[in-house]
């Protein structure tokens, strides 16, 4: 008898645990109305990215004057899935765009309008689930994201049947757009652009765990347990590295060499695994999602040449 409620005092703080676990890696709360000031823009904190504020606040009022079309789609699992239409010019190629973990896409994407804009191509600004008006509570790192992707291209090619689309991606929608290519796509799907994306999420979240200072072999297990008992996903099913190998579309990939939350060696990895044509564009000196900010000229022209001919 000592024996069975030993058993299950630990099984109970296992799941305890995994509670905790989930909540903390995984679980987005319901969105409260923003406590910003009128007109203020949502930055990203911290040193790496306040010289690149006032850029950002200027790309951000820009895009905010535009108009826009609105669409939205309902995901495989019944959520909600909002995202804005930025057009350049009538017929041109479209970037679907997807922001990155607990993010936003006026804060992710930031200058990516100008970016599209800049190269002829009009930008359609995906909420992912869990953000700005798309419903869910549950973040799963490319997991469910990844076939949000596959179908939000599957509705523009509906929507827009004669024009060609890039799958864009910055830091865990970056892994998102990888993902996607491992499943069909419309023919008008002509390349990718990974932008700082994650290997895989075992590998993201136990570089997280490392940088808490906590073992990350023992405490994976509890996080993984917590996204399976109450998230109704494995995080362990899906891998923006193995996905890529099934890929044969043109893939750009971006990194900033300083990136301390994502390593820049992770977009090495995926680049490597990747059997079809492709470009890994490393931005010396550039942090987290900064490779564009960082470098913007350099990052236009490289970036239009890869898909030039793609695009045509």
Known sequence: MFLFWFLLALLLIAIGISFVCFRMAFYAPRRKKATLPPGEID????????????DM?????????????????????GLP???RLYECAPGAPIEIMFHGYRG?????????????FALGRSALLVDQRCSGKSGGHVITFGIRESLDCVDWANFMAKEFPHRKFILT???MGGSTVLMASAHPLPPQVVGILDDCGFT?????????????????KLAYPFVRLGAILFGGFD??????????????????????????????????????????????????????????????????????????????
């Open 200 to 216: 895989s999420p075992r590998a993201i979240i136990q570089k997280v765990i490392a940088d808490m200072h906590l073992p990350p």
């Open 169 to 171: 991606g910055i830091s």
């Open 57 to 77: 606040r200027r790309w951000a009022r820009e895009v905010r004057a535009l108009p826009f079309t609105e669409y939205h789609i309902t995901s495989r699992d």
């Open 81 to 83: 899935l909002y995202a």
């Open 104 to 116: 936003s896409a006026e804060r992710d994407l930031c200058g990516g309008v100008q970016r599209c």
């Open 235 to 312: 995080p362990d099913s899906g891998s923006a590295r193995e996905a890529v190998k099934k890929c044969r579309l043109p893939v750009f990939f971006t990194h900033g060499e300083d990136d301390d939350f994502v390593p820049c060696n992770m977009s090495r990895e995926n680049y490597q695994a990747c059997p079809s044509r492709k470009h890994l564009h490393i931005v010396p000196g550039a942090g987290h999602g900064l490779a564009f900010p960082a470098n913007q000229e350099e990052y236009l022209k490289v970036l239009g040449g890869f898909f030039r001919e793609d695009l045509q």
């Open 43 to 54: 930055l990203p904190p911290g040193p790496i990215y306040e010289p690149y504020h006032p």
